[in-house]
């Protein structure tokens, strides 16, 4: 199933903030932890790229998240040029005061009342930048929501004296690649439902929880994964759950919204679904192999 989601407001969305970009200092990229390349809008690298401007990559929700895989995507995003990568909680105000402090190095000629540091607050939708805003100003003036697209435009506030915030909409692109990559945003709540079949998406989490984290899997739900594939687990939650339809059927649907939900809520332990070398191997295999001349010689 390849997953696209769009809507119609993302399009002036992108429009202004290519316009801000030229008038910051500092992009702030919100990233989830679990999904971080899948969720890095190449539209959002474009844009910083065109104008030069260093990224402070956060990768949030990091307490959701395996720390062993999040440190193997910390030393592959710090080895990018002109980036800064971070793993915290955009929901642990000790975590998010750490912000402003990583952004100032990355604009060392800012920071000052005369030059005030300006920062762009980035990402995909549902990934925390709305909850990010909120904890750096200590106010509520960004809505927070649990469905993505919550913030449709753009705010601009006051840090300090020496620093100031421009909140964005959450900014998909107009054609996810790798249909893999709809998936793991899919699973991970970045896109809305209307675009997607929950059940292929649960099962898709399934396969990848199988292979990684198996175990985890029998602890929550209480039964033995051997030779299992993601339907099964499906059809286990169901059983396991007591999940049924009226006519007697399981009730696939909601064993893999339930799925879902868990691995969301971080109630599955810390996974994530892509990891560094997941990541090559996947772009690896979706790349056509060179095609070999005929060196063939007619006498």
């Known amino acids: 199933m390849a997953i696209q989601w769009f809507p119609g407001h993302m399009t002036s969305a ?19 932890a679990r999904v971080p390349e899948a969720g890095s809008n ?59 402090g990583l952004c100032l190095p990355l604009a060392p000629h800012r920071g000052t009342p005369l030059k005030p540091l300006r920062m762009m607050i980035m990402g995909i939708p549902n990934v925390g930048k709305s909850t990010l805003m909120n904890a ?19 705010q601009s506030f006051d840090l300090n004296e020496r620093m100031t915030l421009i909140d964005t909409p959450g900014l998909m692109w107009p054609k996810i690649e790798h249909p893999s990559d709809g998936l793991m945003l899919a699973a991970s709540h970045a896109i809305g439902r209307n675009a ?12 990848i929880l199988l292979a990684r984290y198996s175990a985890l899997l029998s602890q929550r739900y209480k039964f033995s994964v051997d030779g299992m594939d993601g339907v099964s687990v499906i059809e286990a939650v169901a059983q396991r759950r007591g999940y049924r339809l009226k006519g007697g059927d399981a009730d696939l649907e909601k064993a893999a919204l339930t799925l879902l939900q868990d691995y969301r809520d971080g109630a599955l332990g810390r996974i994530s679904l892509e990891t560094p070398d997941s990541r090559q191997h996947m772009l690896q295999a979706a790349t056509p192999a060179p095609q070999q001349t005929d060196t063939t010689t007619v006498d």
């Open 196 to 207: 997607v079949i929950d059940e292929e998406v649960a099962t898709f989490l399934a396969d």
């Open 14 to 32: 992108r429009k202004k903030a290519a316009e801000t970009m030229e008038r910051i200092d500092v992009v702030i990229e919100v990233l989830d």
């Open 136 to 154: 750096l100003l200590k106010r509520r003036v960004a809505n927070v929501g649990d469905e993505p697209a919550v913030t449709k435009s753009q």
């Open 42 to 100: 190449p539209m959002i690298r474009e844009l910083r790229l065109h104008r030069q401007r260093p990224c402070l990559k956060i990768l949030n929700k990091a307490d959701l998240a395996d720390p062993i895989v999040t440190k193997a995507w910390l030393d592959y995003f710090n080895a990018q040029p002109g980036v800064k990568a971070v793993a915290l909680s955009c929901k642990k105000p000790g975590d998010v005061a750490k912000v402003p």
